[in-house]
């Protein structure tokens, strides 16, 4: 059994559906449809999209091209730079054998993982807040 449809994909078949009877012949579909079904990209897949719009899979990713474009040309994320003095520790370290590993991943996957010597835990959380800054 198919469960319903959310209501904005329903809407959406709702507005397709009358605009598809209130056509004598074949026509083109408005650009606007296409618009809002690329607008519900984010909540829900392309083929549930078409499946429940009967919009092609094809003609909907013409449409959303420009945008994925778009974004594929921005510039790259700038470069981290760390001075040495930043990695070092200021103060004298608990242990002589006591080590530090820090692991940095942020959402947009870009990671960093540094193996210091014992360092201070303020100076660890600026280096943390630098890095997830940038």
Do not use: N
């Amino acid at each position: 059994m198919d469960s319903p449809a959310p209501v904005d994909l329903s809407d959406l078949t709702a507005q397709l559906d009358a605009w598809r009877h209130s056509q004598r012949k074949r026509a083109p579909i408005p650009a606007h449809f296409y618009t809002a079904a690329i607008a519900l990209l984010d909540r829900y897949s392309v083929s549930a999209i078409c499946r429940e719009t009967r919009l092609r899979p094809a003609t909907l990713r013409k449409y959303a091209a420009p945008q994925h474009t778009a974004a594929s040309t921005a510039p790259p994320p700038s470069f981290l730079q760390l001075a040495a003095a930043d990695l070092v520790a200021r103060h004298p370290a608990p242990a002589a054998d006591s080590h530090a590993r820090l692991l940095f991943e942020r959402a947009d996957g870009s990671r960093l993982t540094l193996h210091l010597p014992a360092a201070d835990p303020a100076q660890l959380q600026s280096l943390c807040a630098t890095f997830l800054r940038s």
